[in-house]
């Protein structure tokens, strides 16, 4: 599950860089008066996705094999991984289309309704992993086919709720919005949702280039990075969440001019995820047996874990440090900068911290982990340059 969840992470890249584009882009429209022009910008991004989806599933279906081979997955768990992968491969035009409508939702400044439905999915993705892997002893695809059934459900109620809704919103939604792309529309989306695209591709390449690596030093190393990924992820969705959040509030403000706010939104983002790091990293230090007891029973693994705890705090506080400065870049709409963070987080600096410290320095595993999160503050210093400079002011969709 561990090594098939980092395949479908990695293939997701498109739908997180294009919808995070789009979410921007509405928020823009919004908070410059032009709601006349979202509905047919949905219409656009949602046509332009679900080609993307369909190719990438196609594709990668047939070069599942070959991927896991890259990524040195362990015999033993090579038939589940591959389990695993070709029912989420399957699925993927559901994880594209719920990331496209909970897209708009943001981007009209609704994060409420969003939450409801996957929230909802969330529940039925456990109940279902029950049924179908101890009740009905379907491994690993039956944990995929748990995800994805629950991302169909977050995706189908979304539209509909959205439909249902669409006077709510001042949406008109029609067929022939629908149906069609607008070249203009679909090039401002193309050059801000590339380059957000390319950001999370290049860092989700990096962590397959990294975890390639670890997967070599055995199943124990190769099991505890599933769980170190895990505790990531933890802390990554609250930082994704509110740069999310802030995402759409500085496209908002930066669409209305009100500039001074600005500043006041990363600074609320920054007290709040500081804050939450703060508490998890005390109960790394205080209790890491039975954290990591959650997952696993196996005293190897957890060994590794305990070495691994100053990593995970250094990981949790890169969390808490992009997440403000992403919510400033990704929300003025400034491509430029989001590029150079892409080559700068996902390649240079991931990738050559890695190599540095787990090969040259030979700390091995730990040293691959520690390049990992210590790569993760890439964005804080480039967003503090670009806060500064003022020309988040200049740049707009």
């Not at 991004?45 to 080609?51: A, S, V, W």
């Not at 954290?291 to 693994?301: A, H, K, N, R, S």
């Not at 410290?357 to 691959?368: D, I, R, T, W």
Request: charged letters at 10%; glycine letters at 10%; a positive charge.
């Amino acid at each position: 599950v561990s090594i098939g969840g980092d395949v479908t992470n990695f293939l997701t890249f498109i739908a997180m860089g294009f919808s995070g584009a789009g979410q921007v882009i509405i928020s823009q429209y919004l908070g410059s008066g032009q709601k006349d022009k979202i509905s047919r910008f949905i219409g656009t991004m949602f046509n332009f996705l679900m080609g993307c989806a369909v190719s990438i599933s196609i594709v990668c279906m047939v070069l599942r094999a070959p991927i896991l081979n890259v990524m040195n997955t362990p015999p033993e768990a090579y038939s589940e991984a591959l389990n695993y992968s070709t029912v989420c491969i399957a699925g993927l035009v559901f994880i594209y289309g719920y990331n496209i409508v909970s897209a708009v939702l943001r981007g009209m400044g609704d994060s409420i309704r969003p939450f409801i439905f996957i929230g909802i999915a969330a529940v039925g993705n456990v109940i279902l992993d029950i049924l179908f892997v101890l009740v009905m002893g379907l491994g690993s695809g039956g944990a995929a086919l748990a995800t994805v059934l629950s991302q169909a459900f977050s995706f189908i109620s979304c539209t509909i709720y959205i439909f249902r809704n669409k006077e709510r919103y001042d949406l008109t939604l029609s067929r022939e919005e629908l149906t069609g792309i607008e070249k203009p529309m679909l090039g401002s989306l193309v050059k801000l949702g590339l380059p957000m695209a390319i950001k999370f591709a290049s860092v989700m390449t990096s962590k397959l280039f990294v975890n390639a690596f670890i997967n070599s030093y055995g199943v124990a190393v190769s099991a505890f990075s599933g769980i170190a990924h895990k505790l990531s992820s933890m802390t990554n969705m609250m930082s994704n969440a509110f740069n999310t959040a802030g995402s759409t509030m500085v496209g908002q403000n930066i669409g209305a001019g009100r500039f001074e706010r600005v500043g006041k939104v990363m600074k609320s983002i920054f007290s709040i995820t500081v804050s939450i790091d703060i508490v998890l990293s005390a109960l790394m230090i205080l209790f890491p047996e039975q954290i990591y007891g959650l997952f696993t029973t196996d005293p190897e693994v957890i060994s590794i874990g305990i070495k691994y705890v100053p990593i995970a705090i250094l990981t949790f506080f890169s969390s808490a440090a992009r997440s403000g400065m992403n919510a400033l870049i990704n929300g003025s709409g400034n491509y430029k900068v989001n590029f150079a963070t892409a080559i700068l987080d996902g390649i240079v600096n991931r990738i050559g911290l890695a190599l540095l410290f787990g090969l040259v320095l030979e700390m091995h595993a730990y040293g691959f982990w520690l390049g990992d999160a210590l790569a993760g503050f890439t964005p804080f210093f480039i967003g503090i340059v670009f806060y500064y400079s003022g020309r988040w002011k200049k740049r707009s969709v």
